[in-house]
């Protein structure tokens, strides 16, 4: 037993490294000037909207809500009290493969709306990044590896402990609360603020 514990805390601190380098990693790659785009687009747009699917969709509602806290205009694709979407408006979608169906569909509304497009994925050639007007690039794993296990095992490669998404979800999310703390500096919003905003009814 104490072996099968030993195990389950080492694969859970494998893990933990692995993700942690992975963003590291990825927080070097990050373009500069995209996230400028980025920021002039949400600090300009009449409204907001943040949209994903799976997984991707929670990491999207965590974003929305620090967004809120900042007292900027957003919903969550979905929502019974997501309005129509204008000329003026932004939609961030989060997508690590960018071809979601569900997620290309609405993108595609949006932007016959009017909208701007931001992208947040790993894949800079899909169907959603050619919509987009300004792409993020948060490099993870594709859901379905096309590199053999064993071979990933001998370059030291130990994917298969975050499955999936995994790894893109988790470093999306920290990018995101990154840009957060970047929207925070420029408009000039603490904590104290955010914390003023924060859900009374809960």
Do not use: W
Not at 3 to 25: E, F, P, Q, V
Not at 26 to 55: C, P, S, W, Y
Not at 81 to 104: M, N, Q, R
Not at 107 to 126: E, M, R, W, Y
Request: net charge neutral; with cysteine; glycine share 8%.
């Amino acid at each position: 037993m104490s072996n099968d514990k030993n195990t389950t805390t080492r694969n859970i601190k494998l893990t933990m490294s692995l993700i942690g380098r992975h963003i590291a990693k990825v927080a070097n790659e990050i373009h500069d000037d995209q996230v400028d785009t980025l920021v002039t687009h949400i600090l300009t747009a009449k409204k907001i909207f943040v949209m994903g699917a799976g997984r991707s969709g929670l990491v999207g509602r965590a974003f929305a809500m620090r967004l809120m806290h900042l007292d900027l205009p957003v919903y969550v694709v979905g929502e019974t009290v997501t309005p129509a979407v204008e000329v003026g408006d932004l939609l961030i979608t989060i997508s690590g493969s960018g071809e979601t169906k569900s997620v290309v569909e609405l993108a595609v509304v949006g932007k016959q709306c009017g909208a701007k497009l931001a992208t947040i994925t790993s894949n800079t050639c899909s169907s959603l990044a050619r919509e987009s007007d300004v792409i993020i690039e948060v490099k993870g794993r594709n859901k379905v590896d096309s590199v053999d296990y064993l071979e990933r095992q001998v370059r030291g490669e130990y994917y298969p402990l975050a499955p999936m998404g995994t790894i893109f979800e988790t470093t999306s999310l920290v990018f995101l609360d990154g840009l957060i703390s970047e929207l925070m500096a420029v408009t000039k919003r603490d904590e104290k603020y955010l914390r003023s905003r924060h859900a009374s009814l809960e």
